[in-house]
């Protein structure tokens, strides 16, 4: 049963293979904080088990979710919502043909308020446990890196930062389970912890790619400081949006 009967209600996102190639812009609709359902307009065939989902929007660049998809589409009858830009699309010319699913921009964007049948596949994700489980903040500033197969300083750009690991992006490609070490906070005060990359993260920009690292052996004064830093940035992120 499905609990909404408008795309006004819905959402526009883009999915991203678990490889982080971009699959297709989508609508969606948050149907609890773990369940999600994807709107196609035409029956969506070759979709993959696993999948991520990146919300529009400039504030979420990088941030995406994994949704592990049901096998079977549901059919319901939706009322059309009026044109709207997507603009959440990734920034490349150099995506495959997706005919099958990038038709549906266009039919959703019909300028009539008008019903028609649209094919809805859920979505479940665990992603939303671990981003509570490890509160994180959203931030933007470079570093250093080193990683333990080349001592040589690698600069990065760390997108956000939480008690359990950090994310940054590259335009260089690494793997899952690379060990490294970074730099967090300032110069005048710096924190060099040990890190490994768990998984790699689709980013809306052509050329460059995201990295999921969680901390090892982090020790109590390091891990407080990180807890402290980021409870702090938060407070101020609060402050700044209601100012």
Same mark, same amino acid.
């Given at each position: 049963m499905i609990a909404f009967t408008s795309?006004?209600?819905?959402? %526009?996102?883009?999915?991203?293979?678990?490889?982080?190639?971009?699959?297709?812009?989508?609508?969606?609709?948050?149907?609890?904080?773990?369940?999600?359902c994807l709107i196609f307009s035409e029956k969506p065939t070759g979709l993959p088990e696993r999948i991520f989902l990146m919300p529009d929007g400039r504030q979420y660049d990088y941030r995406a979710f994994i949704y592990t998809l049901s096998p079977d589409a549901e059919v319901c009858r939706l009322r059309s919502a009026p044109a709207e830009n997507q603009s959440g699309r990734p920034e490349t010319d150099g995506c495959a043909d997706h005919s099958a699913f990038s038709k549906d921009s266009a039919h959703m964007q019909g300028s009539e308020s008008s019903e028609k049948e649209y094919y809805i596949v859920r979505g479940v994700t665990d992603d939303i446990q671990e981003v509570r489980k490890n509160f994180r903040v959203y931030v933007s500033f470079r570093t250093s890196v080193y990683f333990d197969y080349d001592p040589k300083e690698v600069l990065v750009t760390i997108k956000d930062i939480g008690c359990g690991g950090f994310?940054?992006?590259?335009?260089?490609?690494?793997?899952?389970?690379?060990?490294?070490?970074?730099?967090?906070?300032?110069?005048? %005060?710096?924190?060099?912890?040990?890190?490994?990359?768990r998984k790699l993260r689709p980013v809306r920009k052509e050329?460059?790619?995201?990295?999921?690292?969680?901390?090892?052996?982090? %020790?109590?004064?390091?891990?407080?400081?990180?807890? %402290?830093?980021?409870?702090?940035?938060?407070?101020?992120?609060?402050?700044?949006?209601?100012?």
């Open positions: 795309l006004q209600d819905a959402e %526009n996102g883009s999915l991203f293979y678990m490889d982080c190639r971009f699959l297709s812009p989508v609508r969606y609709f948050c149907e609890s904080p773990d369940t999600v994310l940054f992006v590259s335009d260089k490609k690494y793997q899952p389970g690379e060990t490294l070490s970074v730099v967090l906070f300032d110069s005048r %005060n710096p924190l060099l912890v040990k890190a490994r990359i050329g460059r790619y995201g990295y999921g690292c969680e901390y090892i052996d982090l %020790n109590p004064q390091a891990e407080a400081r990180i807890r %402290n830093y980021v409870f702090h940035t938060e407070v101020l992120q609060v402050k700044a949006k209601e100012s």
